[in-house]
């Protein structure tokens, strides 16, 4: 497959389009970032890497984090973690209270904020120092040490941080939190916080690409049975209310985030991530699902 001379095309369409959506102004430090920022990077199992823009530069990863502590959870607790935390669509946006209430405080699934949360419980709970394992992890599965968190994000979110804190209480009025709420909260604002630049984040996601395996030394860092059911949830989950649109225009397993980044990946051939600012009303990329709907498009490929 000729990669890089249809990420050129996408490069040329992106730059004709008309760019629309909002920058998520309800963490402040992300309202400061350039709307106009765009990069794109493919990994592909055979042939390597593939990118345009401003693919190495570092953006807020937000909720793309929670597909690598749910990754940690999985492998700490196995599966008594989805007596906690379901793992059907919610059809809701993703920082919603409504189901909570009605479904005992039970998350629909890991990756509405809801659920992410009591993964971060489940870290707190199993972990040592759970910042730094957390960190850790994404050091060992994209092969970079230096990648940070971006302490403003972080202090920034922690001052704005009321609708999961609802969320974190509610849920521990029904017995589904463990641990002190403030320590929790930490520790999910930590990982959202976190910066990774469009190639890094491709490079870690190529375990949910390759079956489990980091691609440069082969170690198995999840089970083939984790692989099934983390793509699975990112495929009916990863965009919230609009994991169905996601799945009819691009038809890839992915996970977003409100810095604007988008992770997909295709099973077997490829991992990528598209970063660009302006977010759609459901709070997803809006160039980047263009961008990944081009990609399935051009090549004539998707998962189904
Ligand atoms: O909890 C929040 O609101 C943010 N730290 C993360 C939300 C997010 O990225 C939603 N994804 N599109």
Known sequence: MKYQEILNEIEIELSKKLKSGKIASYIPELAKIDQNKLGMHLYCI?????????????????????????????????????SRVDVEPSGDPFNSLVQLEYENGIPRNPF????ALVIADVLVSNLENPKKEFLNFIHKISGDDSIRVNDKVFESEKKFSHRNAALLNLMKSFGNIQNDIETVLDLYIYQCAIEMS?????????????????????????????????????QT??????????????????????????????????AVTVWSPLLNPKGNSAVGMYALERLTTLTGLSIF
């Open 46 to 82: 055979n042939s390597g890497h593939y990118g345009f823009g401003d693919e190495k530069e570092k953006f807020s990863i937000q909720s793309i984090s929670k597909v690598f502590s749910l990754t940690m959870a999985m492998n700490l607790v196995g599966d008594k973690l989805f």
């Open 112 to 115: 509405i904020n809801a659920g």
């Open 198 to 234: 469009c190639h890094e984040l491709t490079t870690a996601f190529m375990i949910y690409a390759n079956g489990g395996k980091m691609l440069s030394n082969n170690i198995q860092v999840i089970s083939t049975t984790g692989i099934k059911r983390i793509n699975a949830i990112m």
């Open 237 to 270: 989950c990863g965009f919230y209310d609009e994991a169905g649109e996601f799945s009819f225009r691009v038809g890839l397993p992915g996970k977003s985030g409100v810095g604007g980044g988008i992770a997909a990946i295709h099973p077997g051939q490829y």
